[in-house]
């Protein structure tokens, strides 16, 4: 079986300063792994992804996100805060290893950058 | 502009009377899903669509139906809606079968149930 954890339902970030969205994953074979950004009343977007390669994903928006095969993470991070940034963001995990078609999705984080 | 468009957008509905939420992409892309999103539990897939007349079931089929008769419309139907239904539905598509590209969500149904 596949399944993320976003183990924080809220991160809260003055504008300037680096975030982290921690996600943490568990599959049996390798990963897939994504990040998705949901603004208000909107469909989720695609931020980035590791399939393989670097464990540094550069994706949209200056975020970045790095996969940690020894922790099974895959934190999504930025290095400077935009009051812009503020939504709800989703960890998803395939395991490339099975027949199975789906991305799990984890239950979210919403990140709220103050001004 | 490639798009996922989701009709309706907003919908409250009585227990019982069937309803359809209709799917339609412009990118010619072969896969197609619906997942419904309920706090605290993110999404969770609901069926999938690997190809026209190909389709499967996900997490939480339990009281939905979907078909896919055109490569572009995937429409999911609820012949007899509950209250346990009430949710917000996302309708996606992908070109790669979400083996290794990306999912395009539409814009989001928010199904009331009474």
């Known amino acids: ?5 976003q183990p924080e339902d809220q991160v809260n970030v003055a504008e ?6 921690k996600c943490t994953y568990s599959v ?3 990963p897939y792994l994504f990040w998705y950004v949901q603004y208000p009343n909107r469909g989720l977007q695609f931020l980035l992804k590791y399939i393989t390669g670097d464990n540094l994903v550069k994706g949209s928006y200056g975020f970045e996100a790095e996969f940690n095969k020894s922790q099974t993470s895959f ?3 930025k290095p400077s805060a935009l009051v812009s940034d503020s939504a709800l963001y989703f960890c998803a995990v395939r395991d490339m290893d099975t027949g199975r078609r789906a991305l799990t999705f984890g239950s979210g984080t919403r990140l709220q950058v103050q001004p | 502009e490639a798009q996922v468009t989701q009709n309706p957008r907003y919908l409250i509905t009585v227990t019982g009377k069937k309803l359809t939420v209709t799917c339609s992409q412009n990118m010619n892309h072969e896969y197609m899903s619906w997942y419904r999103q309920d706090p605290g539990l993110g999404l969770r897939q609901i069926y999938y669509s690997m190809n026209v007349e190909v389709t499967d079931k996900g997490d939480v ?4 139906k979907v ?3 055109e490569k572009r419309n995937f429409p ?3 012949e007899s809606p509950s209250p346990n239904q009430t949710s917000l539905y996302f309708c996606a598509s992908s070109t790669t079968g979400i083996g290794t590209g990306e999912l395009f ?3 989001g149904s928010r199904l009331t149930v009474l």
């Not at chain 1, 079986?1 to 954890?5: C, F, I, N, W």
């Not at chain 1, 300037?16 to 969205?21: A, E, M, R, W």
């Open chain 1, 28 to 30: 049996s074979g390798n």
């Open chain 2, 105 to 107: 969500f539409g814009e």
């Open chain 2, 61 to 64: 089929p339990e009281g939905y």
């Open chain 2, 67 to 69: 078909s896919r008769k």
């Open chain 1, 16 to 21: 300037g300063n680096p975030l982290t969205v």
């Open chain 1, 1 to 5: 079986a596949q399944s993320v954890a």
């Open chain 2, 76 to 78: 999911l139907i609820l």
């Open chain 1, 75 to 77: 934190h999504l991070k």
